[in-house]
Every structure is written in structure tokens, then in C-alpha cells.
């Protein structure tokens, strides 16, 4: 009689949850999304260097991440991609001219560095009056009056948006401007003035305007930096205008 053996092969299978974020000085070491990371952030009480860095690919929420925390010299915030993709909302307020995939809101000591921000190929309704684009790669807009991004860096990104949008502009950094309304708001003191900007190793790409910075009369903004010295601090600026 003809036996037949059977060998059991038992497969151990390793489960992981996969972190698309991973922070350091924020209340959780691991976040679910950058949104999930940018939220805690903005409620944290800032008392050492914090760090956030994308694990993946990403959607940015309708309007753009919206980043209203403060660091100071000693604590500094640093929001890292890792070369990763952001890809900018498809679900933009028809008719906003105020979207974007990053908005820096009255921030002090904050850097934006190594993302790929893309336009949503679905954004193509360039009117004016219902276009559904995003305007701005990173916005640095004040928070209220007297209350403007100050000592921030944005380096080494990507940033390709829609060139047949008017305004669509790669780096935008104006003092008269809060983060949803673009109505004009005076900059009450010197502390009003975007300052200490430093936008250095980006490449923008299909940009109306490809880095755009706007000062408040009688407040002129402070020091701006765009590139560098070194040659590898220049932004590649492509097919603009």
C-alpha cells in the first residue's frame, strides 16, 4: 500500500504597521498622516527641536497644511519629506484664490525641507472666477496683524504647479495677507513683516511666478534670502511666466 506523506510548512507571517509619518517632540512618535502630524504640532507647547518627517507618498487636504506653531532659536521645528510626493487637493473651494499645499501662518523658526509638491492633475479649470488650481506651492502669510512667519526656510523642494494659471505663483511670501483671506491687513508693527526668509536649492517648474515676495508700505519686510553664494543654494527656476 502506497503512503503518502505530507509535509506542513508553517509560514510565520510578520505583521507591521507601516508609519506614514514619524515625528520626534511631538506628543506621538508615529502619525497616520502629515495632516494627523501638523495638527498636534499646532496644539503642542514648542520646549525642544521638533522634527517631522514623511514615510510616503501623500494627498494634501483641501486648501493646503495649514502650520500655525512657533518655535524660537532654542526649539526648532522641522518639517521634513524625504523626497516624498505631496500631491495638492483635488477638493479646493471652487473660485478660491487662497489654496495651497503649504501655508506657513505667522510662524517663527520653521523649515519646509525635501518634499515633491505637485499640482493634482485633476486641477485644470484655470477661470479665474471657479477655477479649482492650487495658487501656491508654500505661502508664508501673516496670522493677524502684527504677527508675521519670521526665521523660515524653505529648501531643497520640488515644486511643479500649473503654468496656464495666472496665478499660480511656486513660493509666496507677502505681509498683507492671512491664510483664507486676501483682502489686504496692515502689518500694525515691524512685527508684521515676514522676515529672516531664506528660500534656497529648490527646483520650480510650470510656475506662473516662481517665487513671488510682497512687503507692507511703511513696514518694508525684513531680510529675504533667495539662493546663496554657493552655487548648489541657487533655485532651478523652469518654465515660468
Not at 502630524?37 to 510616503?56: D, G, K, P, R, Y
Not at 501656491?136 to 504677527?147: C, E, K, R, T
Request: charged share 10%; hydrophobic share 40%.
Amino acid at each position: 500500500m502506497r503512503k503518502i506523506y505530507l509535509l506542513a510548512a508553517f509560514v510565520v507571517v510578520t505583521l507591521s504597521t507601516f508609519a506614514q509619518v514619524t515625528a520626534s517632540g511631538l506628543p506621538q512618535a508615529t502619525y497616520p498622516s502629515l495632516a494627523a502630524a501638523i495638527t498636534a504640532l499646532n496644539s503642542a507647547t514648542i520646549s525642544s527641536n521638533v522634527q517631522i518627517s514623511l514615510q510616503a507618498n501623500e494627498v494634501a487636504p483641501a486648501g493646503g497644511y495649514v502650520i500655525t506653531a512657533s518655535g524660537n532659536f532654542f526649539s526648532r521645528i522641522e518639517i521634513r519629506g524625504n523626497q516624498r510626493r505631496i500631491t495638492a487637493s483635488n477638493a479646493h473651494t471652487p473660485g478660491s484664490i487662497s489654496d495651497a499645499i503649504f501655508k506657513i501662518v505667522g510662524s517663527k523658526y520653521v523649515s519646509i525641507t525635501g518634499f515633491g509638491l505637485y499640482e493634482n492633475p485633476l486641477n485644470t479649470n484655470v477661470d479665474l472666477a471657479t477655477n479649482n488650481c492650487t495658487e501656491f506651492g508654500i505661502a508664508l502669510l501673516n496670522s493677524a496683524p502684527g504677527v508675521g512667519p519670521e526665521n523660515i526656510t524653505i529648501n531643497n523642494n520640488v515644486i511643479k504647479l500649473n503654468l496656464f494659471y495666472p496665478n499660480s505663483i511656486g513660493v509666496y511670501t507677502n505681509s498683507n495677507h492671512s491664510s483664507t483671506n486676501f483682502t489686504t491687513i496692515a502689518a500694525a508693527t515691524s512685527t508684521g513683516r515676514n522676515q529672516s526668509i531664506t528660500i534656497t536649492s529648490n527646483e520650480i517648474d510650470s510656475a506662473n511666478i516662481a517665487i513671488a515676495a510682497i512687503g507692507t508700505p511703511g513696514f518694508p519686510s525684513g531680510t529675504i534670502t533667495i539662493g546663496g553664494n554657493d552655487p548648489a543654494q541657487s533655485n532651478l527656476i523652469t518654465n515660468w511666466g
